[in-house]
């Protein structure tokens, strides 16, 4: 087994569930899910319970993050489009590294429909961080015409449709200061995992065509798309299996070997995977560096994604797919924190 040094790689994108839905995931048991992937840095979203929208909640997620994790974690902050009032200092704060924004129906309470309310948000949140956004199809092309009104830096989350592709495309060719992100699940499974995975393969946004998947490949490629993100979502088996189920899937874990299967494939390089996973994050949201800190791993050796794993929500939409790379050890400030 050859191990090579990789650094640790960054998700800006997860849902760790704590406070107000532990019985999912919490900050011990999703920094260790982290680490378990390869990912020394994770940046939790708020649309919690009680969601992130005031200064006390951040506090009180940075509290609960600080003493449980085993991993760094940042925060983006949410808004109701009620708490602008509460944006220059929550733009300030060092644990936040963005503001997200909910144009579709997701998790929680945070859906921002009315126009003016959304124009408030682009008009008074501060420059510099970026706003990130849920926007599908026509709410990501109002996104993009709002954030280019207010000179603001945009993240596209989970970007899913060959449509959005285009349009993160063309606002790149105007030179605009906008930046996209994929999921894991949207690269390996289309919309046919449904009859296959059930419930499992519902999240938000939805799985899309082999066009549409065919195109985040291509987006990939020639820099349309920026980074990979996993959205971990966790929920539990029983949650899973309600009517209607929950959307999301857990992501952490199988981020990292999904993405040297495809470098085994030949669609990316390992340096490809260092760009999507630690350079560009890196870069986009200003994360600080973590000196003596990676990840050991053979991004040759072949693997089945399957039990026992480190999240609580225990299962994987990839269960008994073959993946490349498992983290064997992995440290954060010369601290071994797996291995």
């Avoid at 996993?230 to 959307?247: G, L, N, S, V």
């Avoid at 994050?281 to 991004?299: C, H, K, N, S, W």
Wanted: aromatic share 8%; hydrophobic share 40%.
């Amino acid at each position: 087994m050859a191990l090579k040094k990789f650094p640790g790689f960054i998700d800006v994108h997860v849902h760790l569930r704590e406070p107000g839905a532990t019985h999912k995931e919490d900050f011990a048991t999703g920094s260790r899910a982290a680490v378990a992937g390869g990912f020394t840095f994770v940046i939790d979203m708020p649309n919690n319970p009680e969601p992130t929208v005031t200064l006390a909640r951040l506090e009180e997620k940075v509290r609960l993050a600080d003493a449980k994790a085993v991993c760094d974690i940042g925060f983006h902050y949410g808004t109701d489009g009620r708490n602008a009032a509460t944006f220059a200092k929550a733009a300030a704060h060092p644990r936040v590294f963005g503001l997200k924004v909910y144009l579709n129906h997701t998790t929680g309470d945070l859906l921002i429909e009315d126009i003016s309310a959304l124009t408030e948000i682009f008009r008074r949140w501060p420059a510099g961080k970026p706003i990130l956004v849920h926007a599908e199809g026509v709410q990501l092309a109002a996104a993009i015409a709002l954030a280019r009104l207010y000179r603001q830096r945009l993240h596209v989350c989970h970007i899913s449709q060959a449509v959005e592709v285009e349009l993160v495309r063309q606002a790149k060719a105007r030179r605009q200061a906008i930046t996209a992100g994929v999921c894991p699940h949207h690269l390996f499974l289309t919309g046919a995992a449904r009859e296959t995975h059930g419930s499992r393969a519902i999240m938000k946004p939805p799985l899309g065509t082999d066009r549409d998947q065919a195109a985040l490949w291509e987006g990939l490629g020639d820099g349309t798309i920026d980074i990979v993100e996993t959205d971990h979502a966790p929920h539990t088996k029983r949650e899973k299996q309600a009517d209607p189920p929950p959307y999301g899937v857990p992501g952490l874990e199988t981020a990292v070997g999904l993405l040297f299967s495809a470098v085994h494939d030949g669609k990316l390089s390992e340096s490809d995977v260092v760009r999507l996973l630690h350079d560009r994050p890196r870069e986009i949201f200003a994360i600080p560096g973590q000196e003596a800190t990676f990840v050991e791993l053979d991004p040759q050796a072949p693997y089945r994604v399957g039990p026992p794993y480190a999240s609580k929500c225990d299962w994987s939409p990839f269960e008994g797919w073959q993946a490349y790379g498992r983290p064997r050890r992995v440290r954060l400030r010369g601290k071994i924190v797996r291995g």
